[in-house]
């Protein structure tokens, strides 16, 4: 089939005399090869060399089989709208062509149906994997079956385990697939097994799987993490702890300096309820990998026995977390390329900040601007970092200040940019916002991010109270409030300012803002807490009932208890991760209870998996919150969640 495509090629090649090297044949080979290399950077730069000879690219079936080809490498490159756009292109015509491009039809819907399952569209994948199949023979069925296996395995009707079976008796005692081939396909059935809830032959595969591998070592490649972190899902859903942690101590995970997975930014999880069929208790085991850049890429969900929706859900929440790329430069390339976390369903409910409806007049006088609506705003964070930088270099190369404003405060908001460089884009904003003569409440808006950024923690209330005294928030109602709510709220170990009341009184008193605005219920929450401290509960009484709030509402901003201690959290490292070498890290959800306890804490994300989890807990237990006050219910407010790191000196 290469040779036909060469002969097509070189037909349509231009006169030998005129042709610059190298030549159609040679830039056909450099592509091919290094597509079946994965060097797909190189082979897609020589496919667009070739497509630049209008005569070679004239013949239908040269420009088909370009098409698939570049369009493969393209997806791998993760610009997968722009080559399922050229494999579709491509497709027909090969596949018109008959036995001579079958193996391309067949490569063609594999990539198709790799495509999908990255968008976690499971159905439009299992279509491709079965037409792959429906045209294959002997071992050329196995890589369609196990691709059907991980795409229907959530799906719980059995077909998974049907498809697993069959690739699993096709190479068992067939001589053109060593052991190794072997206990990659055993695995895969392992994990539908595991998925349908049958543990014990799960389990059972999977050390037979990790035999023919030879057994736990310390030479760990991807199929070796693949099998022994399975089995410590297996292990752990078994009740065989120990083994558990004994599995992922020979994958490696959690054992190297730092735990750079901490760092990551915007972790979202899904929401536990009827929209997913989640309950808070169950749980999910996610794999993915990590670009230098710090954004995710190949998120396969592993074990999701909650079903189908459940899976993409997870899955898709996990696209969209971001790192710094500092901090994804520091985990070792094996780790970065697929890694696992432990998740569960969110029982809270995201409040805007305190700060969201100066946010909201920011955005309305930006809008009156004209400034043209960003491409990167739903993006993870480390995808959209590069393209904010494009977007400011072109606004300043067209003198666009208002788009600069823009994109400098996207860049300062990113948890991904550097701290000095987040620090001078908040910066510039700020003086551009002065310089455009931005509303008050826009330029409060701007002036409060850049000292969230820019002081350190025990600074920022010096530097709240100095935009405080600036005559133009002063005269601004809306930025006022948000000023004198901000600096009131007590923080980590911090009580409330003494003149808190005093703050918030200029808040709640007089008609500045509505009576339901959220920053005036905010204020008066703040007012009952503080009066129910000082004993005054027919004071705290009457500030609640001036919310219009149930007993069981929270504030329609972000407003929580602050934490007033942790407890002994020294004696909290589980003795056997220390004796193993794990660090890690936990993120727990809890209720706050008016008195500051936490009520019902759960583990939402960890990393290992498994090993943190009892511990944080424990710790969760021992954490207290400042009061609040409710006038009939024992529960502050629902959902707070920490991170918590379990750090081992070395």
């Not at 908001?413 to 826009?442: C, H, W």
């Not at 980590?492 to 803002?513: K, S």
Request: aromatic residues 6%.
């Amino acid at each position: 089939m290469s040779s036909l495509i060469l002969a097509l090629l070189l037909a349509g090649a231009a006169d030998p005399q005129q042709q610059a090297a190298p030549t159609l044949q040679q830039l056909f080979d450099t592509a091919t090869k290094a597509a079946a290399e994965g060097k797909c950077t190189e082979a897609v730069q020589a496919f667009e060399q070739i497509e630049q000879n209008q005569k070679a690219m004239s013949a239908p079936t040269v420009r088909a089989a370009v098409d698939v080809r570049k369009g493969y490498c393209l997806a791998m490159l993760e610009h997968a709208d722009e080559g399922e756009a050229a494999i579709r292109r491509g497709l027909p015509v090969l596949a018109a062509r008959g036995a001579d491009f079958a193996e391309e039809v067949r490569q063609s819907h594999l990539a198709l149906a790799r495509i999908a399952t990255l968008r976690f569209d499971y159905p439009a994948a299992a279509a491709e994997y079965r037409a792959v199949l429906e045209s294959s023979t002997g071992r050329d069925r196995v890589r369609p079956l196990l691709g059907l296996a991980q795409v229907l395995m959530f799906d719980h009707d059995g077909e998974a385990l049907r498809y697993a079976a069959e690739a699993r008796a096709l190479v068992q005692g067939n001589p053109a697939f060593g052991k190794r081939d072997v206990a990659a396909v055993q695995t895969q059935y392992a994990r539908a097994l595991l998925n349908a809830g049958r543990v014990k032959e799960g389990y059972a595969e999977l050390k037979d799987s990790l035999r023919k591998q030879g057994g736990l070592d310390l030479k760990v490649d991807v199929s070796d993490l693949s099998t022994r972190s399975d089995l410590a899902i297996a292990a752990w859903l078994d009740h065989d702890i120990d083994s558990a942690r004994n599995y992922l101590a020979y994958t490696g995970a959690g054992r190297f300096k730092d735990s750079p997975f901490t760092r990551a930014r915007d972790m979202d999880l899904p929401p536990c309820g009827e929209a997913y069929g989640l309950k808070p208790e169950d749980s999910a085991i996610i794999e993915f990998s990590l670009a230098e850049d710090g954004h995710v890429s190949g998120v396969l969900p592993i074990y999701v026995p909650a079903g189908r929706t459940a899976a993409v859900a997870f899955g898709r929440m996990v696209s969209g977390w971001s790192w710094t790329p500092e901090a994804a430069q520091s985990i070792p390339p094996l780790f970065r390329s697929t890694t696992r976390v432990e998740l569960r369903c969110t029982t809270g409910i995201e409040r805007p900040p305190l700060t969201a409806p100066l946010k909201q007049a920011f955005a309305d006088w930006l809008e009156t601007q004209h400034v043209a609506d960003a491409g990167w705003a739903a993006m993870p964070a480390a995808k959209a970092a590069p393209l904010e930088r494009a977007a400011l270099a072109e606004a300043r190369a067209k003198g666009d200040r208002a788009a600069m404003l823009f994109v400098l405060l996207a860049l300062g908001d990113n948890g991904t940019v550097s701290q000095p460089d987040r620090k001078a884009a908040l910066a510039e904003a700020v003086t551009l916002g002065d310089a455009l003569s931005a509303p008050a409440a826009a330029r409060a808006y701007l002036a409060i991010t850049e000292a969230s950024v820019s002081h350190e923690y025990g600074s920022q209330d010096a530097a709240l109270r100095a935009l405080l005294a600036r005559p133009d928030f002063q005269n601004d109602p809306l930025s006022a409030a948000t000023l004198r709510v901000m600096i009131a709220m007590p923080r980590f170990r911090r009580r409330a300012p003494a003149d808190g009341d005093a703050l918030l009184a200029g808040v709640t008193e007089g008609n500045a803002l509505p009576d339901r605005h959220p920053l005036k219920v905010a204020a008066l929450l703040q007012r009952a807490n503080i009066a129910a401290g000082k004993g005054d509960v027919a004071a705290a009484q009457q500030y609640f009932a001036k919310t219009g709030l149930t007993s069981r509402q929270c504030s329609l901003l972000g407003l929580k208890p602050a934490v007033r201690g942790v407890g002994n959290v020294d004696s909290a490292f589980p003795m056997a991760a220390q004796q193993m070498g794990f660090e890690g890290w936990v993120k727990i959800e809890f209720d706050v209870a008016t008195d500051g306890r936490t009520i019902a804490p759960r583990i939402v994300s960890a990393y290992p998996a498994f090993v943190f989890d009892e511990a944080g807990v424990g710790m969760a237990k021992s954490f207290r919150y400042t009061t609040s006050y409710r006038p009939e219910d024992g529960v502050a407010c629902t959902a707070e969640s920490t991170p918590v790191m379990f750090r081992l000196s070395h």
